[in-house]
């Protein structure tokens, strides 16, 4: 009687490996196989190997970058980044229950309930952070980068990267890969409203969001300018001629 093979099984280091992957693909993308295996320690071929079996699970998808623009000569490697699916499976398993509680406390109290509610849970986040933030230096970039550890090590995956214009740096992004509150906040985004101004107020300066998870992008993105914002005022309107003159 032939002797039939056994499936093989795939080893644990393996699903270790592979989570590795996906948390880097979560906190650094678009990113490269290259790229990745240079952060991790890995062969670019160990980690293409890894990057499609999360292909075919659908926890990774490639980056479609915009057209135009210049591009060299070659084909353009590949840029991945995590999708629903991936950071479904790093959710807390939470969502609905959170989004019940919120209706519920919408439809009984009102849209201001939920604001107060967003504006307590950050008020929090701005107690515990802001010994580190303030150790930075006044420094808003200092500051950004200081932020995005703390939040790093509550889950995050957030990072910073600096936004210059020629040699001048004119900001710099803090993007967070992670969010749990990611399907909540879709429904409700009174939760990325008060964790916007709470950025404002732990780094100094007026933050803008770019972009969101909650809204389908692929990261979070802040921007932190350089430096407080400076408000133009229009000049006010001097009257020039005699009509003008008499009518006011």
């Known amino acids: 009687m032939p002797v039939v093979a056994a499936p093989p099984v795939e080893l644990e280091s393996d699903e270790r490996t592979r989570d590795r992957v996906c948390r880097e693909v ?9 790229e990745l295996a240079s952060c991790l320690g890995l062969t ?6 890894h990057l499609d079996v999360l292909l075919e699970d659908g926890h990774v998808a490639v980056h479609e970058t915009p ?9 353009p490697a590949r840029r991945f980044v995590l999708t629903d699916v991936g950071h479904a499976a790093m959710a807390t398993g939470y969502d609905a229950l959170a989004s019940s509680a919120l209706r519920f406390l919408r439809d009984v ?38 932020l995005a550890g703390v939040l790093s090590a509550e889950g995050y995956a957030a990072s910073t990267r600096d936004v210059a214009v020629g040699d001048t740096t004119v900001g710099t992004q803090l993007c967070q890969g992670h ?12 939760l ?11 780094l100094g300066v007026h933050v803008q969001r770019l972009a969101t998870l909650a809204h389908g992008e692929h990261v979070c993105t802040t ?25 006011r």
């Open 179 to 190: 969010c749990p509150v990611q399907h909540v906040a879709r429904e409700f985004p009174q």
């Open 223 to 247: 921007h932190v300018p350089t430096g407080p914002v400076i408000v133009q005022i229009a000049p006010q309107h001097v009257p020039t001629s005699p009509q003008e003159r008499t009518t």
């Open 109 to 146: 109290a009102g849209d201001d309930a939920v604001k107060q509610f967003a504006d307590d849970r950050v008020a929090d986040l701005e107690r515990r952070y802001a010994a580190v933030v303030d150790a930075a230096g006044e420094d808003p970039q200092a500051r950004a980068r200081a």
């Open 44 to 49: 670019p071929a160990a980690v293409r190997r």
């Open 67 to 75: 057209a135009g623009g210049p591009r060299g000569r070659g084909r």
């Open 192 to 202: 990325c409203e008060a964790e916007t101004e709470a950025f404002s107020r732990l």
């Open 26 to 34: 979560l906190e650094r993308g678009p990113v490269t196989a290259a």
